[in-house]
Nanobody, 126 residues
Framework: QVQLVESGGGLVQAGGSLRLSCAAS????????MGWFRQAPGKERECVAA????????YYADSVKGRFTISRDNAKNTDYLQMNSLKPEDTAVYYC???????????????????WGQGTQVTVSS
């Protein structure tokens, strides 16, 4: 059973940046895809970014392309979400998730991921 712990959330003004981290323990991190999802009040959980086990394949939601960057350091069992040019509509609880396999097919959905962190709040003020 893998444990995922997110950190790095907080309150930031529009246009600012935050870097989320997800530390994994309890299983071989390097063989699984990783993803970042977010959920705002009253909305469904959506994948904003995902990265394959090797880091070669990445996915970004259209709403964050060019602003967010996902990366991973398999030696540190950690993946990251660098968020730049933040907008008020980015406000949500952000969740780190571990994939059920080494990659995904199509648009990543929650069912492609089997383990989840507790979530970290990101609030962007206008």
């Amino acid at each position: 059973q893998v444990q995922l712990v997110e950190s790095g959330g907080g309150l930031v003004q529009a246009g600012g940046s935050l870097r989320l981290s997800c530390a994994a323990s309890g299983r071989t991190f390097s063989t699984y895809a990783m993803g970042w999802f977010r959920q705002a009040p009253g909305k469904e959980r959506e994948c904003v970014a995902a990265i394959s086990w090797s880091g070669i394949s990445t996915y970004y939601a259209d709403s964050v392309k060019g602003r967010f960057t996902i990366s991973r350091d398999n030696a540190k069992n950690t993946d990251y979400l660098q968020m730049n040019s933040l907008k008020p509509e980015d406000t949500a609880v952000y969740y780190c998730a571990e994939g059920r396999g080494s990659t995904w097919y199509g648009i990543p959905v929650p069912g492609d991921f089997g383990s989840w962190g507790q979530g970290t709040q990101v609030t962007v003020s206008s």
